[in-house]
Nanobody, 115 residues
């Protein structure tokens, strides 16, 4: 059973930064894609950033230029660096990974952007 555990969420002021990390229970390079999603209250869960294969990276238009997704080979994590945060970035952020069998989700971490 694959487990994904997110960390790094919290409360931050507008314009601030946070770094989320997702630790996987198996080698992340065994997945064909890893991603971050988010879900705000009363809204659907949307893709934020994704890495497919080695070099294919995509971002939602709303975070392009502010967020950066990356993988840490040594710690076996998928990280999301979030800069210039806005109140509309407030949501529960979920780690996602896919292999040839199924899709896996973490339990989520709350990010709140407020003054």
């Amino acid at each position: 059973q694959v487990q994904l555990v997110e960390s790094g969420g919290g409360l931050v002021q507008p314009g601030g930064s946070l770094r989320l990390s997702c630790a996987a229970s198996r080698n992340i390079f065994g997945f064909y894609a890893v991603a971050w999603y988010r879900q705000a209250p009363g809204k659907q869960r949307d893709m934020v950033a994704t890495i497919a294969g080695v070099t294919s990276i995509n971002y939602a238009d709303s975070v392009q230029g502010r967020f950066t997704i990356s993988t840490d080979n040594r710690n076996n994590t998928v990280d999301l660096q979030m800069n210039s945060l806005k109140p509309e970035d407030t949501a529960v952020y979920y780690c996602n990974a896919r292999d040839n069998i199924r899709t896996y989700w973490g339990q989520g971490t709350q990010v709140t952007v407020s003054s």
